[in-house]
């Protein structure tokens, strides 16, 4: 079941826009920006890009948190791997 949840972010509605985003929300290790670009990898080991990792706000909020486990909200365009985050653990990027 928890794999399930975790794929769901892949699935695309049937008669979907392939282009169109949808809010997203996923909890997993924050781990350190490689090449400038932070992922999350969630408990049953799918990883996640933070699409917005060099935008000031989202670096400042998520480079302290490397190491431990977010629970990140966004948008993310359906089937891709990326996510704009604008929130972490519940609170708003500033």
Do not use: Q
Not at 73 to 88: E, M
């Amino acid at each position: 079941a928890a794999l399930n949840s975790e794929l769901g972010i892949f699935r695309t509605p049937t008669g979907a826009d392939l282009a169109g985003t949808e809010a997203v929300s996923v909890k997993g290790a924050l781990e350190p920006a490689m090449k400038g670009i932070y992922s999350i990898r969630t408990a049953n080991d799918i990883v996640l890009y933070v699409k917005n990792s060099k935008d000031a706000k989202a670096d400042a909020a998520l480079k302290e948190l490397v190491g431990t486990v977010i629970e990140a909200a966004g948008t993310h365009l359906l089937g891709s791997r990326d996510i704009t985050v604008t929130a972490v653990n519940g609170k708003a990027l500033e």
